[in-house]
């Protein structure tokens, strides 16, 4: 895994109201925070209800919120392009074709410092997945919590996951999806 990380003030703390994407006929809301913790970590924040992890771990949802934005943002399913990585150290990505292109990626993710409310236990690992909802929406959902919101609201939340540790987003090299999942051998039905 290949990120640049620069040594960023603990004190940086970003907020932001998301609108609920599923719920999008109404004015419901969700105050976000992100802040930076300790040497490189952050936190994630929900109304309130959050948790702790690291750089690495924070450059990772990044990544799949950043690969969830490209997605829902390409209008042709042909030409939907996707990155090409060498490794996938905590998400897992499957694509699935039905009128367009939708990202899922899901895994475990070491955590610490959650709120009853979001997590089980205070520290440990937990399942999270990362995906598009149509139409042109992103969820985050954590073993006792999902949360959706617009591709921009998303764009904020990657954006500042990577700036509370100093970190930024790798360029890397992208590939038509429909084209690689075939040269793989995955069947693409439509």
């Known amino acids: 895994m290949n990120f640049n990380i620069s040594t960023a003030p603990g004190t940086h703390k970003f907020q932001r109201q998301i609108r609920r994407w599923r719920e999008n006929d109404s004015n419901k809301h969700w105050d976000c925070a992100i802040r930076g913790v300790g040497e490189g970590g952050v936190r994630l924040e929900f109304d309130s209800h959050g948790l702790e992890f690291g750089s690495a771990v924070a450059y990772e949802l990044a990544f799949y919120l950043a690969e969830a934005i490209s997605i829902v943002g390409q209008s042709s399913a042909e030409l939907t392009t996707a990155v090409a990585r060498e490794d996938e150290p905590l998400l897992k990505r499957k694509y699935r074709l039905f009128l367009d292109w939708h990202l899922n990626a899901t895994g475990e993710i070491p955590f610490g410092k959650a709120s009853t409310a979001l997590m089980p236990f205070p520290e440990g690992y937990a399942g ?41 987003l790798e360029s890397y090299e992208r590939h038509c999806l429909f084209e690689t999942l075939k040269r793989q051998g995955h069947k693409i039905r439509s």
């Open 128 to 168: 999270v997945s990362i995906q598009t909802v149509r139409p042109g929406g992103v969820e985050m959902e954590f073993e006792c919590s999902s949360y959706s919101f617009s591709k921009d609201d998303a764009a904020w939340i990657m954006e500042k996951l990577l700036e509370a540790n100093g970190q930024t």
